[in-house]
DNA sequence: GTCAATTCACATGAAAGAGACCACGGTCTAGTG
DNA sequence: CTAGACCGTGGTCTCTTTCATGTGAATTGACGA
């Protein structure tokens, strides 16, 4: 037996190397790669360069706002361009520097301190993380830019996020640093995928954050399409795609607002899977099984990651679904999940708490949860779980995995 | 039959507490010359 | 004398709890036709 598999085994890696690879060079598919050249993009490059280029000149130049749904390539832009822009300034050894900050990252940015932090560490110091008051750590960061004379370029990533989390207290700060400033000047480009966040900000903030805005509008499916032949031709061996394929990803991705992130995730999963099976060439049922297994990975991802609690919450609600049909309310999650607390020697938190936990569930996309009023027998969420078939059985035995039942 | 009041079962908010981190500064201790 | 171990203090952060307030429609019940 023991033998057979070794065997096996061998024989797998042996053909594994036999076999032609179908990409030359993953990375440029992976989301983070800024290209040689960017497409469909010219406009927006070219008012960008404009607003920046007073800069080299070590003017102050305005604020920008960029707005634009997930996946139309408002960072990979901003950064193409900045990226040109320090070149130029490397060059003429024009004191610029450029900070990128992605305000999603948890660790980096869900509180002021934090942030502030961030952006000392990227002017090379350290701070440490946590345990100075936020006003020190302000100075500092004050200290640092202003210590000799440059101009930052500051590009806030996801900026709604940020705001969201701690409040838009740090944004009226930053943009008020330069009146404290003697030497440098910060200019600030905020990246947002929410429409219309800036609405939604003070608007003191918002008129000297957006003194210019940008909009990055969806890119259609030709020119998802013109995307993707373009990286897959650096990605992937010559005729390693088979005809079609990368019409099919597009429509895929055009599908829900034009996400050329999404687009390239497919092809590359596909191209993945195409590989391991063996295939010569990326199929058209490779895209479909990709994007089943995307969905699937972020799916367990998201489950996964979670603390105890939320394990023990979603455990209540997988169990009365097993039992029965319909919708579920928020009492009976509470007691199930009582009982599930007891069974697994876990503190039960308040109803309060679950009421959050369940909201955040949803806010997943793990479970759905719709507040609905049903009149005099009072108020509550309908919980459904959307999760299909055959996700069930792994999602469960992952929590009772974690919840060590 | 109509319409406002009531009522339910939570949702949603705000504030405050607990416990974990962490840096910093002072004190103690042991090892060294 | 000095480096390192070991507190105590003061600060932040996250997760919770406590207390309060809000909410939307089914139900009730008063009222008038």
Redesign the pocket.
């Known amino acids: 037996m023991a033998d057979k598999n070794e065997n096996e085994l061998v024989d797998y890696f042996e053909s594994f190397l036999k076999q032609k690879p179908l990409f030359t060079n993953k990375n440029v598919l992976q989301s983070d790669y800024t290209p040689e050249s960017l497409k469909h993009r010219e406009v927006q490059i070219n008012s960008i360069a404009q607003i920046l280029a007073p800069a080299l000149r070590l003017e102050k130049p305005s604020n920008i706002f960029i707005y634009g749904k997930t996946g139309t390539g408002k960072t990979v832009t901003v950064k193409y361009t900045t990226e040109k822009f320090l070149e130029v300034a490397k060059k003429r050894n024009i004191p610029i520097k450029v900070i990128y900050v992605n305000c999603k990252l948890?660790k980096v940015a869900?509180?002021?301190?934090?942030m502030i932090a961030q952006l000392i560490k990227e002017f090379g110091q350290e701070i440490?993380?946590?345990?100075?008051?936020?006003?020190e750590v302000y100075s500092h960061f004050f200290k640092i830019v202003d210590e000799k004379k440059q101009l930052v370029i500051l590009v806030l990533d996801e900026i709604d996020q940020l705001v969201e989390k701690i409040g838009d207290e740090v944004l009226y700060s930053l943009t008020r640093i330069n009146a404290e400033l003697k030497n440098s000047q910060i200019g600030i480009i905020g990246i947002s995928n929410n429409l219309i966040f800036a609405q939604t900000l003070d608007s003191r903030i918002k008129s000297s954050l957006s003194q210019e805005e940008l909009v990055f509008s969806p890119y259609n499916a030709l020119q998802i399409v013109d995307i993707l032949s373009h990286r897959a031709k650096t990605a992937f061996e010559k005729d390693a795609i088979k005809q079609g394929v990368i019409q099919k990803c597009a429509a895929y991705a055009a599908r829900d607002h034009g996400d050329a992130r999404r687009a390239l995730d497919l092809l590359r999963v596909a191209g993945e899977i195409a590989e391991r099976e063996g295939s010569k060439k990326v199929e058209m049922k490779h895209i479909d099984d990709a994007e089943a297994k995307i969905e699937k990975d972020c799916m367990v991802e998201a489950v996964e990651t979670q603390?105890?609690?939320f394990h023990a919450v979603l455990y209540a609600i997988m169990s009365i679904v097993s039992k029965r049909d319909g919708f579920i309310?928020?009492?009976?999650v509470?007691e199930v999940y009582k009982a599930v607390c007891i069974q697994t020697n876990l503190?039960?938190?308040?109803?309060?708490?679950?009421?959050?936990?369940?909201?955040e569930l949803d806010l997943l996309g793990i479970i759905n949860?719709k507040?609905i009023?049903?009149?005099?027998?009072?108020?509550?969420?309908d919980i459904s779980v959307i999760i299909a078939k055959e996700m069930v059985e792994k999602i469960n035995s992952i929590l009772k995995n974690k919840l060590e039942l």
Not at 128 to 135: K, Q, S
Not at 329 to 332: A, C, N, R, Y
Not at 347 to 359: A, F, N, W
Not at 373 to 381: N, V
């Open positions: 948890k869900d509180t002021e301190y934090r440490p993380a946590t345990g100075l008051p936020t006003e603390p105890k609690q309310h928020t009492g009976e509470y503190r039960p938190l308040t109803q309060r708490r679950v009421s959050d936990i369940i909201g949860a507040t009023s049903k009149g005099r027998y009072g108020r509550t969420r």
